[in-house]
T-cell receptor, first 115, second 113 residues
């Protein structure tokens, strides 16, 4: 069965500093991994995905994520945090089964960027 | 914005009542998935519709049901509401063969009293 874990409920970082939001996964077979962001009273917005290829994936708003197969991790990173990056971040893995192909989400990490 | 719309934005019901939530998918998308996001949790998959038929289901009881219409819009129906049904309900649309590119709507916040 596929699953993801986000070990940190909350991450605080000063504006201008690099940020990392952690995600580990458990899958059988090749993982399809995703990051989404959720702002207050908004739906989920897609940031980036890893399907295959280069382990460093670049996404929206300057975010990137590094796929590490040996550590089964897919951490989200940004070189310089902005106050506007403060939001709820979800890691997800695609679930493959007969019929629907849906996403399994982690419990989320709340990122706060301090001015 | 993704082009996926949901209505209503907010809804308050009491235990035992029934509720219908609606979703209009992004233009051209033929697959709609519904997710429940309880407070402080990640979204959980309820079910998916493709060509007006349920195409897969998560761990939700039968009182959660849905419909998809010829124009690909969709409804989520919940009967016999329970307090634990209070959550943000999200729909996501995609093409059937491109589920890696799901676009989410803003959600409907359901409160059950």
């Amino acid at each position: 069965a596929q699953s993801v874990a986000q070990p940190e409920d909350q991450v605080n970082v000063a504006e201008g500093n690099p940020l990392t939001v952690k995600c580990t996964y458990s899958v059988s077979g090749n993982p399809y991994l995703f990051w989404y962001v959720q702002y207050p009273n908004r739906g989920l917005q897609f940031l980036l995905k890893y399907i295959t290829g280069d382990n460093l994936v670049k996404g929206s708003y300057g975010f990137e994520a590094e796929f590490n197969k040996s550590q089964t991790s897919f951490h989200l990173k940004k070189p310089s945090a902005l106050v506007s990056d403060s939001a709820l971040y979800f890691c997800a893995v695609r679930v493959f089964k007969t019929g629907a192909n849906n996403l399994f989400f982690g419990t989320g990490t709340r990122l706060t960027v301090i001015p | 914005e993704t082009g996926v719309t949901q209505s209503p934005t907010h809804l308050i019901k009491t235990r035992g009542q029934q509720v219908t939530l609606r979703c209009s998918s992004q233009s051209g998308h033929n697959t709609v998935s519904w997710y429940q996001q309880a407070l402080g949790q990640g979204p959980q998959f309820i079910f998916q519709y493709y060509r007006e038929e349920e195409n897969g289901r998560g761990n939700f009881p039968p009182r959660f049901s849905g419909l998809q219409f010829p124009n690909y819009s969709s409804e989520l129906n919940v009967n016999a509401l329970e307090l634990d049904d209070s959550a943000l309900y999200l729909c996501a649309s995609s093409l059937r063969d491109r589920v890696n590119e799901q676009f989410f709507g803003p959600g409907t916040r359901l409160t059950v009293l």
